[in-house]
């Protein structure tokens, strides 16, 4: 059976995030062909442009991690209705020096958990619009804005309320099919790894 890895971002540096406890419900929900790799963010320096021709190691390790992923999730908080500043900062690491963007023509997921009715929503819609500049193919459909609660949620990733455990296990057989059918339509450039990763 083929494989198919998936690097995940938890845009939440919490000990205590909700974030990370949707990301272990979504791994245990999804099909046996996704393996999943973790993309950390705690150890990355701030961005400046004056690292682009000397990568420090953290974001090196991070980039050489994206350039062996199929495809790569998202499962971030909203904070002050955008993205957490320490994912912005990955993602700017990830997508730099110029020419050299990690998600150039990835396939990309995203969610995320509030305790809040809207979920989401507002951070992944600037999430939408970064992705698109760094030239991913971010899923469309379906979009996945969770009500976080204690009692659906336990700590390890189990769901106890069906219908949103049959909402993730759909969620993430959805975006199992984007990554097989953007990694046949459109390959990523292979080779493009230089002095910063």
């Not at 969620?171 to 339509?185: G, L, N």
Request: glycine share 6%; hydrophobic share 40%; charged share 20%.
């Amino acid at each position: 059976m083929d494989t198919y890895r998936v690097g995940f971002f938890i845009g939440s540096l919490s000990s205590t995030s909700i974030n990370r406890v949707l990301a272990r419900a979504l791994i245990r929900l999804a099909p046996a062909d996704l393996q999943f790799v973790e993309l950390p963010i705690d150890d990355l320096p701030l961005y400046s442009p004056d690292h682009d021709d000397d990568y420090p190691p953290a974001p090196r390790a991070l980039k050489r991690t994206l350039a062996a992923m199929d495809g790569v999730l998202f499962v971030t908080p909203e904070y002050n209705r955008s993205i957490p500043g320490p994912l912005k900062n990955a993602i700017d690491w990830a997508s730099r020096p110029f020419g050299q963007n990690s998600f150039d023509r990835m396939p990309v997921g995203m969610i995320g958990a509030s305790p809040s009715s809207i979920g989401t929503a507002l951070a992944q819609r600037t999430l939408r619009v970064v992705m698109a500049y760094c030239n991913a193919y971010t899923m469309s459909q379906p979009e996945a804005y969770i009500t976080f609660s204690p009692a659906t949620f336990g700590p390890e990733g189990d769901v106890s309320d069906d219908a949103v455990r049959g909402f993730l296990e759909d969620y993430m057989r959805e975006f199992r099919e984007h990554v097989v059918r953007i990694s046949a339509a459109a390959p990523r450039p292979q080779g493009t790894e230089d002095h910063t990763v």
